[in-house]
Antibody
Framework: QVQLVQSGAEVKKPGASVKVSCKASGYTFTSYGISWVRQAPGQGLEWMGWISAYNGNTNYAQKLQGRVTMTTDTSTSTAYMELRSLRSDDTAVYYC????????????WGQGTLVTVSS | DIQMTQSPSSLSASVGDRVTITCRASQSISDFLNWYQQKPGKGPKLLIFAASSLQSGVPSRFSGSGSETDFTLTISNLQPEDFATYYCQQSYSIPFTFGPGTKVDIK
């Protein structure tokens, strides 16, 4: 069965970086994209960006441009999301999700990773 | 960026009710519209994609309709496990924006 398993919770100081991993199993990793979505406490969902697991192409939300990098390791079927220069408003649960080609819907989601930014 | 709005922001309903949630896009998105359900402390779950296609494994009491800018999610015969927050998302144009959500709780 399809599974996306994310790395554990992180606590970071302002200005630091965080790298969240998302290990996929149960499907051909390179046949789908991986999107990253975050959710601040008590808030809605925010699309952060997407990476093609086939060729590594990326698209990022403009507000995160320059601070976020998404990568994949096809040898381990793992996607990564690194966010730099962390601020308190980056405190959120970060989700990875499998993106389906054509309709680009997100059909399987990871369990979420809480990133807390606090001095 | 395409802005997504939802109405209502919250509603109270009873088991067995028929519930309708509306989602509107700030410009035409054809039928690149997805609906997700999220329960407290859990990740979102895909219900509907391409405006009206039911995701595999999702009960048939969930249905979606609409195109261009106006879309609807309908839950017929509301069940206890359906009390949750529902989000629409457009996947027509990057960034793939979400609506603000509609919380469905028990009357």
């Amino acid at each position: 069965q399809v599974q996306l398993v994310q790395s554990g919770a992180e606590v970071k100081k302002p200005g630091a970086s965080v790298k969240v991993s998302c290990k996929a199993s149960g499907y051909t990793f390179t046949s789908y994209g991986i999107s990253w979505v975050r959710q601040a406490p008590g808030q809605g969902l925010e699309w952060m960006g997407w990476i093609s697991a086939y060729n590594g192409n990326t698209n990022y939300a403009q507000k995160l441009q320059g601070r976020v990098t998404m990568t994949t390791d096809t040898s381990t079927s793992t996607a990564y999301m690194e966010l730099r220069s962390l601020r308190s408003d980056d405190t959120a649960v970060y989700y990875c999700a499998r993106e389906v080609v054509v309709w680009r819907n997100l059909d399987y989601w990871g369990q979420g990773t809480l990133v807390t930014v606090s001095s | 960026d395409i802005q997504m709005t939802q109405s209502p922001s919250s509603l109270s309903a009873s088991v067995g009710d028929r519930v309708t949630i509306t989602c509107r896009a700030s410009q035409s998105i054809s039928d690149f519209l997805n609906w997700y359900q999220q329960k407290p402390g859990k990740g979102p779950k895909l219900l509907i994609f391409a405006a009206s296609s039911l995701q595999s494994g999702v009960p048939s009491r969930f249905s979606g309709s609409g195109s261009e800018t106006d879309f609807t999610l309908t839950i017929s015969n509301l069940q206890p496990e359906d009390f949750a927050t529902y989000y629409c998302q457009q996947s027509y144009s990057i960034p793939f924006t979400f609506g603000p959500g509609t919380k469905v709780d028990i009357k």
